[in-house]
C-alpha cells in the first residue's frame, strides 16, 4: 500500500502515517487478545484438554467483535475532531478521516482471522498458515493497484481506494483460514467437539488474560501515534514521508519477528502445560539464535544495497539521501526488536500478563519522554528521533530478561 500511495505523492505518504498507525492502535488490542488467547489454548493443548480449546476460541471471537463494533462507532463519530486537535489541517483531517470510516471495518474479519490462525497454532497446525497470508497478502496488492489507479475495471479511487483493499483483502484472508479449518477436517482429527454456548468462567478468564495484553498493546501503539503526530507537527514533507518508509521497513522486518514471537509463547506455553520448566531457558537461546540468523541476513542485505529497496519508492535522489540515515538507526532497532519480541512473549506464556503490561508501561514511559524531549523541546533531526526504537526495544528486553531469570513466576503457573 505504502509504495502504491507514495506514487500520489509526498503529501499522500505523510498523511498515511497517521491513519496507518491509529489502524494499528487497534489492530494491536485484537493482537493482545489474540496472544492471551493463545496462551491458554496452548496451555489447554500441552494438558490435553482438547474441548476447552475450541470453547477459548469462540469466546475470543464473541469479545473481538464487540471491540471491534465499538471501535468503528468511536471512529466514526470522533476521529476528525481528534486529529483536529492534534494540530493536523483540517484538509488532511477530513482526508484521513474519510480513509478511516472505511478502513475500520476491517478489524471485524481482521481479528476474526487472528484468532483462527492462533487456534491453528496451538495445535501445532501452523503450516496451514501460510494459505491464509498468501491469499490476503497478494490480494492486498493487486487490489491497492486496482483500486487506487482505477485499473482492471475498478474505479480510481486514489487515498480511499486503499483503504478499501484492506478491508477486501482481510475477508478474504479470514475465509480461507476458515475454509483451512474446515475442509481440511483439523478439528475432528484433534478429537474436538464445538460447543457453542456463552459462558461467563469462560468470558471471565479471556477478559483477565487478555486486558493486560490489550492495554499493553494499545499503550505501546497509541505511542507510535504519538511518535507520527510529532513527525507531523516538528518535520517537513519529506521527512515526514521517511519516516512512513521507515515505519514500512520496521514493519517487515515484524513479519518475521512477531511470527517468532507468537512461535514463543506457543512452544513456552505448552512446555508449562507438560511441566518441564527446566527445558524452558534452553529453547528460549534457541529460537532467540534462529531468529537472530534471519534478521540478520535481511539487515545485510537492507545496508549493502539501500538505493535498492529505497529506491523501491520512486521519490528521487533529495528523498534517497534523506532517508539513509534513518535507515541505518531502523536496522539496528530490527535485532533489538528481535530479541525483545521473544522475551516478552515467553513472559506472556507464563500466564502472568499484568506483569507484562507493567515491562510495557516502563518501555513506553521512556519511549515518550525520549520522543518528546528530542522532537519537541530539543528539535533534533529525524534520525534521532528514530533511536527512539533503540530506547524502547532495550527497556522491554531487560525486564523480561529480569523477570524470567529471577523465577517467581514458577511458583504460580495455573492458567484458570
Known sequence: MLFFLSQLGVKELGLVGLVGVYYLIFSAIGYG?????????????????????????????????????????????????ILIATGVDEAGAKMAAEFLKIRMWGLLFLYAYQMQNAYLVSLQRSKFLLFGALIASVSNVYLDYAMIFGHFGFPEMGFNGAAYASVISE??????????????????????????????????????????????YAISTFAWWIFFILVNRNYNETEQGVSQVMRNLFGLSGIFTWAFGSSTNTIISNIIGQGK??????????????????????????????????????????????????????????????????????????????????????????????????IEIWKMDHLTAWMSEWVYWSVMAFLSIVYLWKGKWKKSLSID
Open 33 to 81: 487478545l489474540n496472544n492471551a488467547l493463545l496462551a491458554i489454548m496452548s496451555r489447554r493443548a500441552g494438558e490435553n484438554n482438547r474441548d476447552a480449546i475450541f470453547l477459548t476460541l469462540w469466546h475470543g471471537l464473541v469479545v473481538g467483535t464487540i471491540l471491534a463494533l465499538v471501535t468503528i462507532v468511536f471512529t466514526y463519530f470522533c476521529i476528525e475532531h
Open 277 to 374: 520448566i527446566n527445558e524452558i531457558r534452553r529453547t528460549l537461546f534457541r529460537i532467540m539464535a534462529i531468529s537472530g540468523i534471519g534478521i540478520s541476513f535481511f539487515i545485510a542485505v537492507i545496508n549493502i544495497w539501500p538505493s535498492v529497496f529505497l529506491g523501491f519508492y520512486g521519490l528521487g535522489e533529495d528523498f534517497l539521501a534523506e532517508a539513509i540515515g534513518p535507515l541505518r538507526v531502523v536496522t539496528i532497532a530490527m535485532l533489538i526488536l528481535g530479541v525483545g519480541v521473544i522475551l516478552l512473549n515467553a513472559v506472556i506464556a507464563t500466564g502472568k500478563t499484568i506483569v507484562v503490561f507493567w515491562i510495557e508501561f516502563a518501555g513506553i514511559f521512556s519511549y515518550l519522554l525520549y520522543v518528546f524531549l528530542v
Open 171 to 216: 475477508i478474504l484472508g479470514m475465509v480461507t483460514v476458515f475454509a483451512v479449518i474446515y475442509f481440511s477436517k483439523i478439528s475432528i482429527k484433534e478429537g474436538i467437539k464445538y460447543h457453542w454456548e456463552i459462558q461467563k468462567k469462560t468470558i471471565s478468564l479471556v477478559l483477565r488474560q487478555a486486558w493486560p495484553l490489550m492495554g499493553q
